[in-house]
């Protein structure tokens, strides 16, 4: 009795060189659709499905292989004589080999304007049930989802059989694939149905490199990505210079990436060192914005993290290439940008959009044994919703300056400080047990430059310390949450040192 193989794919990258192996090595194959034609036009023969099962494809396609000659020749056990013997009495052939993959799902509801239509039709049944029955029975049947895997498994093939132990390695890949593939579906379905906290919380991510360690040297690590993220996204960045990332890096590309995402409107620089921001700048040019982000803080940013939101020019690469520099992240870079910053051999560059994915709003953090999931902080406020509750209100300039601070102290560890003029931040205090620490570690890094600067606070001031801490530093304007049970002790200091205060009812907690 020969061998039979079973090849349906939507992805036909080296399928021929696989069908045409199959047949020199004596396995009848058995297809369906297009991989069938494929096959054909090749010249290499082939039968199709409906000859096997006596049962012509019906509802358009949706049903071919859901039939029992499929799933018994699949999930019949070698072993067992009385699997054996039905088949034989049924005169079902054994399905020896299975080579499929899916319908492409993922690229279907990626497509701009998708119809909800389309997406359930890209939902592939008979694949992902012929590739878990072919898995269930790996000891007698060699499953392939990977196009990867071809060569390995031929090469297997023309020596004896893959060994026991390639096939439950490729059907333990097969669950990894089907898993990958129902958590996109389950997370389109709780999309489209708006579903706030499903009863479970469905997420899968695929494997974008391997890290040499984590944190730490003694830590192992990879990086992932989330199954269909698009927009602005380390994950999505293409690498066009230097070593490999990170796992620190990462992270403080991805803090970099988030901050300068909220200076869309004109050319901004973050320089970013252990996940918080050592100096911002928005100017009008993107060289302007990147010396503001510079002169911030020009001791921490070495061997710092920077994004920039403007592809990067010639003028703006040359200050770039004279500071050690770990990562710089723009939406592209000049030829001549290139010619100059590749001259460095270590420094990484990336390319990412800079747009924001709308759908990407759940933040997911691990904690031991679970997930905390929450809304990302999408929060803004503008010049019209703050509310002013001193007696000297900011001048339009002041309250320019304190909405910048304000989208910059929002990235920054809590308890947050920032001190910050003319579109530049001067001083940050970041992570502090007290807010008023956080306010003299900012104040000490202004040092001067703090006189007539504003400050903003992620949170609200539980006692008038911080506000005296500003006006001797000489802070003239502060910006923070409000809501505490004192806030009028703030405001009659702020009233008390001719300091304007203005209150945005929402707070930046970030730990």
Known sequence: MKKRALLSVSDKNNLIPFAEGLHQLGYELISTGGTLKAIKDAGIPAMQVSEVTGFDEILDGRVKTLHPFIHAGLLARRDLDSHVQELEARDIHPIDVVVVNLYPFKETIAKPNVTEEDAIENIDIGGPTMLRAAAKNFRDV???VDPEDYDE???????????LELRKQLAAKVYRHTANYDAMIANYFVEITEEKDPETYTSTFEKVQSLRYGENPHQQAAFYKEGNVQGASIANAKQLHGKELSYNNIQDANAALEIVLEFADQPAAVAVKHMNPCGVGIGETLEAAFQKAYDADPVSIFGGIVA???????NTANILKDIFLEIVIAPGFTTEALEILTVKKNIRLLETPMTVNEKDSKKVVSVIGGLLVQDRDNGTITADEVEVVTDRKPTDAELKEL???WKVVKHVKSNAIVVAKEDQTLGVGAGQMNRVGAARIAFEQAGEKAQGAVMASDAFFP???????AAQAGIKAIIQPGGSKRDQDSIDACNKHGIAMVLTGMRHFKH
């Open 142 to 144: 060699t499953v392939v």
């Open 403 to 405: 909405l910048f601070a």
């Open 308 to 314: 920039l939101n403007r592809e990067v020019d010639a």
């Open 153 to 163: 498994v031929l090469a297997a093939m023309k020596k004896d059989q893959p060994s």
């Open 463 to 469: 006692m008038p310390d911080t506000v005296e801490a």
